[in-house]
């Protein structure tokens, strides 16, 4: 009897639930559970490459050279974000009807099921449209396109280090030594050579505008190509570095949206080997990895603050998985990278209090910042805080108002050694405009006596850059001084009327009063008995400039910069 009851009360064979004692190389890097077969089911299902490690893993030793602290980078990839992720990725692909196929053949015949593809996407009536786009060697030689190269290095890269160098070193060597009239990679090079002109610190190169043109052509193309390249979405992100620093807003922000969904289409956006199946007929493979996670978090970074100063929605992508840059000597993208993370605080669809709001203030302040591009992108962030604040907060303490003030002025002080460089950073004229214009707002005593210097400063940035724009600009900065001086101008006009009232009857009887009882203070000023021996002049007492009413400073003469 017992022995029959303890094979009863035994669970059936095959539902034990059995630890596998390996897990392959794939299924390690992604934390999922590994059935231990060769290859495994999750291997099969997203056709990765599975592959076990020969020899147990021995624990590394810990180097003795210590390497350069990324915490603020590393709260990127954390489990919950990388969970988070994980679960994006699992409902889009339950949403793609163009992945169901694949899927079902697994079920079907897990060894050769169909492939990702947009099986009766439509129905086929036309094919992919071939293009002719201009031969950049014959836009620029290969000496012209070395020194514009340079120009790009020394201005761009160290900021937005997207370009994986060797490969631009081999594509520049390669390319005027082939007659071909296109090379996928066109795009970047036309980019490079349009901002190593505009940045070169001079009048720029003669064919300029026709290297931007080319790279529109063939950029615009390749959002109705079957599958962009990594190269496609480099090619977009210089463009908007481009039309950030030449073009209206709109453009710029158009063209950031448009390299952020390059990104996604190319799979940039995760890291590689973590490609979700859904990305699998579009994805861009072989490419160098830090080089695409740079590419991808800077996209992030020009679409994010691009969308936030101009007032529009930024493109969100799901299931990110792509890890932050290492910081790595010769550029300052992680810098770039750390600041933007701090700025994600402001994303409109948080509910920031005033306390979070200057806590953001305080933590960009904080840091110290190498480079005066990067100076002026904390002088804007801290300008965006103040606007937010102004809506949040009922009243701003003066610490807060000292701190932007402060970064406010830093970053004037970076604008002008950029334009004396020659250096045609955006924010070389945004920074200044705006900081003028908080100036204003703030309108107290502290922000006004900052106005002029600020002003002598804006005017010094255009001597260097004599554009319409900055005339525009500083003129608009002017017509406003004007128009707070003309407010302050009324309001004390205001009150001189309120003590000049022509209307003297009540002063009159009181004075008739006092002649006639005698004053409180007798045998002082306002005597009864000898005030009508005074020959006071009243118009000439009111109308003089007493200090205690007069907050224009010592001097009496009204300072506005």
């Keep these: ?50 592959a076990y490690e020969a020899q147990p893993r021995k624990k590394p030793s810990r180097p003795s050279i210590a390497r350069p602290s990324t915490k603020p980078l590393e709260r990127a990839s954390s489990p919950a974000l990388a969970a988070r992720a994980d679960v994006n990725q699992q409902q889009m692909e339950a949403n793609s009807g163009t992945a169901f196929p694949h899927f079902l053949g697994k079920s079907l015949n897990p060894q050769n099921p169909p492939k990702v593809h947009g099986f009766s996407w439509n129905l086929g009536l036309r094919h992919e449209p071939i293009q002719q786009f201009a031969n950049i060697s014959s836009l620029v030689s290969k000496d012209e396109m070395s020194a514009l190269v340079g120009h790009y290095l020394e201005r761009i890269h160290p900021i937005y280090a997207v370009l994986d160098l060797d490969m631009l070193e081999k594509k520049v060597g390669l390319r005027w030594d082939n007659s071909i009239t296109f090379d996928s990679y066109d795009p970047v090079l036309c980019g490079v050579a349009a901002l190593g002109s505009l940045y070169s610190g001079e009048n720029g190169h003669r064919t300029e505008e026709a290297l931007v043109q080319c790279a529109k052509e063939i950029l615009e193309a390749t959002c109705t190509m079957n599958k962009p390249l990594i190269h496609h979405a480099t090619g977009w992100v210089l463009r908007t570095l481009y039309l950030r620093s030449t073009g209206c807003p709109h453009t710029s922000w158009m063209a950031s949206c448009s390299a952020m969904h390059i990104i996604e289409a190319a799979g940039a956006h995760q890291d590689p080997g973590m490609i979700s199946l859904v990305y699998s007929d579009t994805a861009d493979v072989g490419v160098d990895e830090e080089s695409q996670r740079r590419l991808f978090w800077v996209a992030t970074v020009l679409n994010t603050w691009i969308s936030y100063e101009y007032g529009r929605s930024r493109v969100i992508l799901r299931g990110i998985s792509c890890k932050p840059p290492v910081p790595r000597a010769g550029d300052l993208t992680a810098e770039l990278v750390s600041l933007f993370q701090i700025s994600q605080r402001l994303d409109p669809d948080q509910n920031n209090r005033p306390s979070d709001l200057e806590d953001v203030l305080y933590h960009v302040q904080s840091l110290t910042l190498s480079h005066d591009a990067l ?18 907060a009922s009243s701003i303490s003066n610490d807060v108002i000292n701190c932007v003030i402060r970064m406010g002025s830093d970053g004037t002080a970076a604008a002008v050694r950029m334009s004396e460089n020659r250096s045609p950073w955006w924010h070389v004229a945004n920074v200044p405009f705006q900081f003028l214009c908080i100036l204003l707002a703030i309108d107290s005593k502290e922000s006004l006596s900052h106005v002029g210097h ?13 554009t319409p724009t900055v005339h525009i600009a500083i003129e608009t900065v002017d017509s406003l001084i004007k128009l707070l001086q003309r407010k302050k101008e009324r309001e004390i006009n205001l009150l001189r009327d309120s003590i000049q009232d022509q209307d ?51 001097g009496g003469q009204m300072r506005y910069g």
Excluded at 34 to 40: F, T, V
Excluded at 541 to 553: N, S, V
Aim: proline share 5%; glycine share 6%.
């Design 375 to 392: 100076v002026l992108s904390q002088a804007n962030l801290a300008l965006t805080i103040y606007r937010r604040l102004r809506v949040a």
């Design 1 to 50: 009897m017992s022995s029959a009851l303890d094979r009863s009360s035994r669970p059936p064979i095959g539902s034990i639930r059995r630890r596998t004692k390996k897990a392959c190389e794939t299924c390690k890097l992604r934390k999922r559970k590994c059935d231990g077969h060769e290859p495994c089911s999750f291997c099969l299902k997203y056709e990765y490459d599975c």
């Design 504 to 554: 003297s009857g009540p002063f009159e009887r009181n004075l008739s009063s006092t002649q006639e009882y005698g004053s409180p203070l007798q045998g002082g000023l306002f005597d009864g008995n000898n005030l009508e021996m005074i020959d006071w002049d009243w118009n000439a007492f009111f109308d003089a400039e007493i200090p205690l009413f007069d907050d224009r400073g010592h």
């Design 454 to 466: 600020a002003m002598r400063s804006f005017k010094t940035i255009g001597i260097h850059f004599n």
